[in-house]
């Protein structure tokens, strides 16, 4: 390396900072105050929110619903970004809303705490499906014997326009434009009422039935 040159570590590896020189600056989970700002900036681009108080409005809504996840803040901005007209931006809050509402019922907890711990979730809402359709837990891209899977982007089911295959698929959520151009991939899978795993049911429940 040239005189001058810096190495950054970005990790959740705590012992990784004996191989720096400065000391560590920690980072936690941003405030909703924080988030809901940083998801406007990154919905709205280079447009001023000011000059358009509704959407402003409807982006604090949808990253209230996001639940924190920065990846998912990052897909569904890039999607609002493209397309910043009202009704369209109140659709997807609508549809995530109903996404969030689903898999409380069906597993008791928001699709952010699932995801941080590999459960799949439901995302019929998203993709408008008659039939429930599940983002299974990620995997590598290297994974063989998803290679020949077809491939939709998230951000296309987000916006409506994906058409998706009537077998389990491949779900692109976010592809880096900088080397080495790392993909997160999920699969996605449909299934039957015979085939879905059964709900969480609250003790009350069980005594009513």
Same mark, same amino acid.
Request: aromatic share 10%; net charge positive; proline share 6%.
């Given at each position: ?9 970005? =990790?959740?590896?705590?012992? &990784? =900072?004996?191989?720096? %020189? ?6 936690n989970s941003f405030s909703p105050e924080e $988030? ?5 900036? +990154? !919905?709205?681009?280079? =447009? ?12 604090? #809504?949808?990253? !209230?619903? +996001?639940?924190?996840?920065?990846? =998912? ?22 549809? $995530? ?7 409380? &019922?069906?597993?008791?907890? /928001?699709?952010?705490?699932?995801? @941080?711990? #590999? /459960?799949?979730? #439901? ?7 008659? %039939?429930? +359709?599940? &983002? ?11 290679? #020949? ?6 951000? @296309? ?6 058409? &998706? ?5 491949e779900l692109v959520a976010w592809e880096s434009?900088? +080397?080495? $151009? ?13 085939n879905l795993p059964n709900p969480v049911v ?8």
């Open positions: 390396m040239g005189r001058g040159s810096k190495i950054i570590i970005i =990790t959740k590896v705590q012992k &990784l =900072t004996r191989f720096g %020189t400065v000391r560590p600056v920690c980072l $988030y809901s700002y940083l998801f406007k900036v +990154l !919905a709205f681009g280079s =447009t001023n929110p000011k000059e358009h108080p509704q959407l402003a409005s409807i982006a604090k #809504d949808i990253a !209230a619903v +996001l639940g924190g996840s920065m990846i =998912t803040a990052n897909v569904y901005a890039d999607v609002l970004r493209k397309n910043q007209s009202a009704k369209f931006w109140f659709s997807v809050w609508k549809k $995530y809303s109903n996404v969030v509402r689903s898999n409380l &019922l069906e597993f008791g907890e /928001h699709p952010r705490h699932l995801m @941080d711990k #590999d /459960h799949p979730i #439901d995302i019929s809402n998203i993709a408008s499906s008659a %039939t429930p +359709l599940r &983002l299974m837990p990620p995997h590598g891209e290297n994974d063989r014997c998803r290679k #020949d899977l077809p491939k939709v982007m998230f951000g @296309d089911l987000i916006a409506g326009s994906a058409i &998706l295959p009537k077998e389990q698929f434009r900088i +080397l080495p $151009y790392k993909k997160f991939l999920n699969v996605a899978k449909f299934f039957d009422e015979m609250s003790p009350s429940k069980k005594r009513r039935r």
